[in-house]
């Protein structure tokens, strides 16, 4: 069995994925608990996964339902 990794994002590479959008927003989007799921690293810092912001972004295309 083949293990596939997937790539963990910085917050300013999801920023830069999303078209500019800005920290501020993006950790509001936290607090709000709409924002793609994080891991938070033994440093403090956050990580999104490639898939987990392909799946966010995804569930948020109009018809997606």
């Known amino acids: 069995m083949t293990r596939h990794r997937t790539e963990l994002l910085t ?17 509001r989007w936290r607090e ?3 924002a793609p799921r994080c891991i938070r690293l033994p440093n403090g810092e956050l990580r999104v996964r490639r898939d987990a912001l392909e799946d966010w972004l995804r569930e948020r295309a109009e018809g997606a339902r």
């Open 32 to 34: 709000l608990r709409t």
């Open 11 to 27: 917050v300013r590479e999801v920023l830069n994925e999303l078209g500019g959008v800005s920290r501020r927003t993006f950790y």
